[in-house]
């Protein structure tokens, strides 16, 4: 049999690859043919059905990442990985390419948090054994796609070589409406509630004393903190089993790491007052929501120190989107609508990245 041909592209090209499968006589394959996948394959992979619906706008109003309110998101099939990448299968993809480029920045670890002690993650976290199975921090989105392109390329290699030849797939990260619709499958498609906030309180942030996630502080307006790191259990990420998944398989989709997506980033409203407290480098208040005062996650990198940061960002100037929260962020960025904004090449110990898949038949 001929070997297929695998679209080798550069990375620049990679957002194109289904509209070239498609001219070139492939489908995408019928949802639900998970099971015939090879099991090599398959066990990281979730299915995620066709999905049409609304989300209801978010709780409290970001004065720097502004965010769309209530919108429609429709997705096709495709499958999403179980998991934030980690470490160890990062560190296959730079074995395997012997590029050193593609190293994370462990020095992010210092250069986000200027006046914490973080030395011993930046010497440990990416090389040391115990880590393995921690989600690779310190990648830009760039080096993200790449990722999803060896990916690609080994997955495709697999499908050859078993009795799926038919079959090719296309690796890359999630549009920003593929990452809500994973967010909606896995947490409101089944809801009788499904407002965020009820959803936070009852049954996302802990059930039984015992949280379900990992993420930051919340503070108040005057700046001090009514969450801190350690009260759920992480201090900083934490291995991807540290808690159980979704009811489909799906871990840490919310905090832990944000995750790059391959959609821009931009303000959809108009700038709102803001209040700079210049000492801590800090946004201490939103424009009031539901008659209540909602109120920013306490950071203490630089991103405040730019006076650029605390204006409107617009489509032309780069951004892209990380959704989901990390170990460092307030509860406010864990709902689906907002983004932290970035430039392709930013490098942080707060994001990490998740690829998903399109299946596709001759």
């Given at each position: 049999?001929?070997?297929?041909?695998?679209?080798?592209?550069?990375?620049?090209?990679?957002?194109?690859?289904?509209?070239?499968?498609?001219?070139?006589?492939?489908?995408?394959?019928?949802?639900?043919?998970?099971?015939?996948?090879?099991?090599?394959?398959?066990?990281?992979?979730?299915?995620?059905?066709?999905?049409?619906?609304?989300?209801?706008?978010?709780?409290g109003n970001d004065s720097v990442n502004?965010?769309?309110?209530?919108?429609?998101?429709?997705?096709?099939?495709?499958?999403?990985?179980?998991?934030?990448?980690?470490?160890?299968?990062?560190?296959?993809?730079?074995?395997?390419?012997?590029?050193?480029?593609?190293?994370?920045?462990?020095?992010?670890?210092?250069?986000?948090?200027?006046?914490?002690?973080?030395?011993?993650?930046?010497?440990?976290?990416?090389?040391?054994?115990?880590?393995?199975?921690?989600?690779?921090?310190?990648?830009?989105?760039?080096?993200?796609?790449?990722?999803?392109?060896?990916?690609?390329?080994?997955?495709?290699?697999?499908?050859?070589?078993?009795?799926?030849?038919d079959y090719t797939c296309v690796v890359?990260?999630?549009?920003?409406?593929?990452?809500?619709?994973?967010?909606?499958?896995?947490?409101?498609?089944?809801?009788?509630?499904?407002?965020?906030?009820?959803?936070?309180?009852?049954?996302?942030?802990?059930?039984?004393?015992?949280?379900?996630?990992?993420?930051?502080?919340?503070?108040?307006?005057?700046?001090?903190?009514?969450?801190?790191?350690?009260?759920?259990?992480?201090?900083?990420?934490?291995?991807?089993?540290?808690?159980?998944?979704?009811?489909?398989?799906?871990?840490?989709?919310?905090?832990?790491?944000?995750?790059?997506?391959?959609?821009?980033?931009?303000?959809?409203?108009?700038?709102?007052?803001?209040?700079?407290?210049?000492?801590?480098?800090?946004?201490?208040?939103?424009?009031?929501?539901?008659?209540?005062?909602?109120?920013?996650?306490?950071?203490?990198?630089?991103?405040?120190?730019?006076?650029?940061?605390?204006?409107?960002?617009?489509?032309?100037?780069?951004?892209?989107?990380?959704k989901g929260g990390s170990w460092c962020?307030?509860?406010?960025?864990?709902?689906?609508?907002?983004?932290?904004?970035?430039?392709?090449?930013?490098?942080?110990?707060?994001?990490?990245?998740?690829?998903?898949?399109?299946?596709?038949?001759?």
């Open positions: 049999m001929k070997r297929p041909y695998y679209f080798k592209v550069s990375l620049k090209r990679n957002m194109k690859k289904l509209t070239l499968l498609t001219a070139l006589g492939f489908t995408s394959i019928v949802f639900g043919q998970n099971s015939s996948l090879p099991k090599s394959i398959g066990k990281n992979w979730v299915p995620i059905p066709s999905l049409n619906f609304k989300l209801d706008g978010i709780q502004f965010v769309k309110a209530c919108h429609k998101v429709k997705t096709d099939a495709f499958f999403v990985f179980n998991k934030e990448i980690t470490n160890q299968q990062y560190r296959e993809f730079v074995n395997a390419s012997k590029n050193t480029s593609m190293l994370p920045d462990t020095n992010s670890w210092n250069t986000d948090f200027e006046m914490a002690y973080n030395d011993p993650m930046r010497k440990n976290y990416f090389w040391h054994p115990h880590y393995f199975d921690y989600p690779v921090v310190g990648i830009s989105q760039t080096q993200a796609l790449a990722y999803c392109n060896w990916l690609q390329n080994k997955l495709n290699e697999q499908l050859f070589q078993s009795k799926n030849n890359t990260l999630p549009t920003e409406m593929q990452w809500e619709s994973v967010y909606y499958y896995s947490y409101l498609k089944d809801e009788k509630y499904t407002h965020f906030a009820w959803l936070l309180e009852n049954k996302l942030l802990k059930t039984k004393d015992k949280y379900n996630l990992n993420y930051g502080i919340d503070i108040t307006k005057e700046g001090f903190g009514t969450f801190d790191y350690m009260k759920d259990g992480g201090m900083y990420p934490v291995g991807y089993k540290k808690y159980k998944p979704t009811k489909h398989g799906i871990y840490n989709l919310l905090g832990n790491t944000a995750e790059w997506t391959s959609s821009p980033a931009y303000n959809f409203t108009d700038s709102s007052e803001v209040f700079f407290n210049k000492e801590t480098k800090q946004v201490i208040t939103y424009l009031k929501c539901n008659g209540k005062e909602n109120y920013d996650t306490a950071r203490s990198y630089e991103f405040y120190n730019n006076p650029y940061n605390l204006k409107p960002v617009y489509e032309k100037d780069g951004y892209v989107a990380a962020h307030s509860t406010f960025y864990l709902q689906p609508e907002v983004s932290l904004f970035c430039k392709p090449n930013e490098k942080h110990s707060y994001i990490g990245f998740r690829p998903v898949m399109t299946l596709l038949k001759k």
